[in-house]
């Protein structure tokens, strides 16, 4: 049975404004207004068996047909909140995004699949090894927020060379910088002991901060049902943003309320 949204902690202050819900990802979609939100995040689990709390691997370790009919769900409510000219990001494995966007794409319009880099050497049965995670990118109808960023020059982090060779074009892209693309291998999820904020992986902060430097918008409302560890709420609130995320597991919850008390944003 799905769990009711519960609430947690309502912000309230300048500069950081939203709520932390507890409960079922759909149940939290569902409770929320009809175009709403400006940006929709959806980082679901993957269904790979993760344990993510005492319930060990059960909440990630469903059926395929039980989630697939699921993360649909999930999507229809997702559309529904999304305001015209928001944006939704979708973070899966490029099997599951193949089979979510084609969804997707009967009611909002894609934009980009954004391929992020997944270092490490791990082969998952017959298969290639798997380099990256994929994060796809639609909107209802045209974006209202659209910025292309600008990265700076990646650098040898022993003798502090450029990595490529931009010809005769260095000297403009080291004073304006290069375009972002749809290839992101200078982001990858948190796996250091010593850097993630709970034991699961996690989502670095300059992956949300690039998220919202193309699409959010400053006061409007951002959705992020499987929050976990909380990265996309934290930056949100840094960037203006009013929120409204939930989670299955209750101590992410808590999690989420401590980065924000932690990050003096309220």
């Not at 039980?66 to 997702?78: A, G, I």
């Not at 954004?114 to 298969?127: E, L, T």
Request: proline share 5%.
């Amino acid at each position: 049975m799905a769990k009711l949204p519960r609430l947690v902690r309502k912000f309230r202050g300048k500069r950081a404004c939203g709520t932390i819900t507890h409960g079922d990802a759909l149940s939290f979609l569902k409770s929320l207004g009809t175009e709403s939100a400006s940006v929709v995040f959806i980082d679901p689990p993957f269904n790979l068996g993760k344990q993510y709390s005492r319930n060990g691997s059960k909440i990630d370790q469903k059926p395929e047909a039980e989630y697939s009919k699921f993360l649909r769900e999930v999507l229809v409510e997702s559309t529904r909140v999304l305001e015209k000219g928001g944006t939704l990001y979708l973070y899966h494995l490029p099997m599951w995004a193949m089979r979510l966007g084609s969804e997707l794409e009967k009611t909002l319009s894609f934009r980009h699949w954004i391929a992020v880099s997944m270092k490490n050497g791990f082969v998952r049965g017959r298969r290639l090894y798997p380099a990256h995670y994929s994060l796809l990118m639609f909107s209802k109808g045209r974006p209202s927020r659209f910025k292309r960023p600008r990265i700076p020059l990646s650098e040898c982090r022993h003798c502090g060379e450029y990595l490529k060779d931009y010809g005769g074009y260095l000297h403009i892209v080291e004073r304006r910088g290069v375009n972002l693309s749809d290839f992101w291998d200078d982001l990858a999820p948190v796996r250091h002991a010593h850097r993630k904020n709970r034991p699961a992986n996690e989502l670095p902060r300059a992956f949300f901060q690039r998220i919202f430097e193309v699409s959010g918008r400053r006061g409007k409302l951002y959705v992020d049902p499987f929050s976990g560890s909380g990265s996309g709420v934290v930056t949100a609130a840094m960037h203006g943003m009013r929120f409204a995320a939930c989670d299955l597991v209750k101590s992410n919850c808590r999690l989420v309320c401590e980065r924000l008390r932690r990050s003096r944003r309220y």
